[in-house]
């Protein structure tokens, strides 16, 4: 029997085994449904960068002299001065990209063109059903991890033409699928950083090749306000720590819920950049009095999509603050509009003994565990946003994540993990973390800190009793 089976490899479930290698005695192996790791292969556009530094990568902020770190990488192939005299933190998507399959080139227990088709409880553990170059195999473990990543999302306007017209596609094949000669009424919908990305693209290949004249008008339409930047500063970046992500877990339910769409600003939106390379170009084109050719809305609600004869898709919006509608004939549509989490159906059987909390998502404790009544224990990565807060999908705090799992199957301290990384306090003040010079009683109440001390040794036993009740212990866009 297997200590843990991995579902998924995206960065998340790589960065487990990366730290996991050669660490420790444990029985395990990773399944991935793909042939290969190829991360957000139809967004590796050139010159498209990662949102967060290179620190972010497999396993720095936990284990920086690991033998997979990106320093070590760069080092294995004579990159370290380049990158050195390059002196920029963030490093392109594709170099990402590589970087993780030159990990993956490395590791023991991976197994590709693997696909997870059942899990079924039994004594001890799980029965894991996986079909593999065509043929079933099973295992049996006692733990499970799952890392199987999220999925395109289309809006509800668009989820009925996509499979009726090659001519309607996601951002996330953008690359496989974006015909090479565009013409007509060019859409892109979405305000993310994916979609400004690919606005940058289709407008530099308006005038491609020399030619005086574009073949097609590029509209970038969003729901949104606007095109606004992600928050991108010291302070504001401190909620994708390891300490807001306690402090988040052990809000309110109701709370929690409501928080990951108040604080879009910290995950959603295009990096500055990006936003100061477009207007560049609308500045340069515009010279001269140039037509643009180009678009540029927000308030701009798609309600409705079909398919023409002639093949053009017809799109109907509305101006959400105008309340004016309108149609639009195109002949591309790319929907930059994010990803989700899906529901995997290879737990069926299981989810009788997964709890579920009053929203109807899984309960996860503060170690990524889910509340599981049967024998064995299931952890689970990059699904837990409403748990543990807007870092959840943040490469930045996938190595953190990581090493706490690994320390929970391994039974012991493997990872010993830095806490109080944040200048700024997200809860009340805890009296344990006082400085040792106010233990005295006479001492606290002079502070005036007396006070503050009681309520918070309160409410840490009051909070925890709650959680204890209710047993509650988740870019590119």
């Known amino acids: 029997m297997h200590d843990f089976i991995g579902i998924g490899l995206g960065p998340f479930n790589l960065s487990l085994a990366s730290l996991l290698q050669d660490k420790s005695d444990l029985k395990y192996c990773f399944f991935e449904q793909k042939a290969q790791f190829d991360w957000h292969a139809g967004m590796q556009l050139p010159n498209a960068l990662l949102q967060v530094p290179f620190m972010a990568d497999l396993v720095s902020l936990v284990e920086p002299t690991s033998p997979y770190s990106f320093l070590n990488y760069l080092k294995h192939h004579q990159r370290l001065y380049k990158f050195y005299f390059r002196e920029n933190l963030y490093i392109p998507r594709q170099e990402y990209n590589h970087y993780c399959q030159w990990v993956v080139q490395q590791l023991a227990n991976i197994q ?10 039994i004594k001890g553990g799980f029965a894991v059903e996986v079909l593999s170059n065509g043929e079933k195999q099973l295992y049996r473990t006692r733990q499970l991890v799952l890392g199987i990543g999220t999925v395109p999302h289309l809006p509800e306007s668009l989820q009925q033409v996509y499979p009726k017209t090659s001519h309607c596609l996601h951002s996330a094949e953008y690359l496989k699928h974006c015909p090479e000669k565009l013409k007509g009424n060019v859409v892109l919908i979405g305000s993310g950083q994916s979609a400004a990305e690919i606005f940058l693209d289709l407008f530099d290949r308006q005038y491609a090749q020399g030619k005086t004249r574009p073949d097609f008008h590029l509209h970038w339409l969003t729901r949104s306000a606007g095109f606004f930047p992600m928050e991108n500063t010291p302070l504001g970046l401190e909620h994708f720590s390891p300490d807001y992500m306690n402090y988040f877990h052990h809000l309110p339910p109701s709370l929690k819920a409501e928080l990951p769409a108040q604080q879009a600003n910290l995950y959603k939106g295009i990096s500055s950049k990006t936003i100061r390379d477009i207007y560049e170009r609308l500045y340069h084109r515009s010279i001269g009095g140039n037509a643009t050719d180009v678009t540029l809305a927000g308030h701009h609600q798609l309600q409705h999509a079909e398919v023409l004869e002639n093949e053009k898709l017809r799109l ?25 989490y899906p529901k995997p159906v290879f737990l069926e059987n299981l989810q009788p003994l997964m709890l579920l909390d009053r929203a109807d998502r899984w309960q996860v404790n503060a170690d990524f565990e889910v509340n599981y009544q049967g024998d064995g224990r299931i952890f689970i990565q990059n699904m837990e946003v409403f748990h543990h807060g807007v870092g959840t999908p943040d490469l930045g705090l996938g190595a953190h994540r990581a090493a706490i799992i690994a320390n929970q199957l391994v039974g012991e301290t493997l990872f010993k993990l830095d806490h109080a990384q944040s200048y700024q306090q997200f809860g009340v003040i805890d009296s344990s973390k006082l400085d040792h010079s106010f233990t005295d009683h006479a001492q606290l109440s002079d502070s005036g800190l007396s006070r503050i001390s009681h309520k918070s040794s309160q409410l840490r036993h009051s909070t925890q009793a709650f959680y204890s009740h209710i047993k509650l212990s988740e870019h590119i866009d």
Do not use: C, M, W
């Not at 109907?316 to 990803?339: C, M, N, P, W």
């Open 112 to 121: 590709f063109s693997s696909r997870v088709l059942n899990v079924q409880p």
């Open 316 to 340: 109907r919006f509305e101006h959400k603050q105008q309340g004016e509608k309108y149609l639009l004939d195109a002949d591309s549509v790319i929907a930059a509009t994010g990803y989700q």
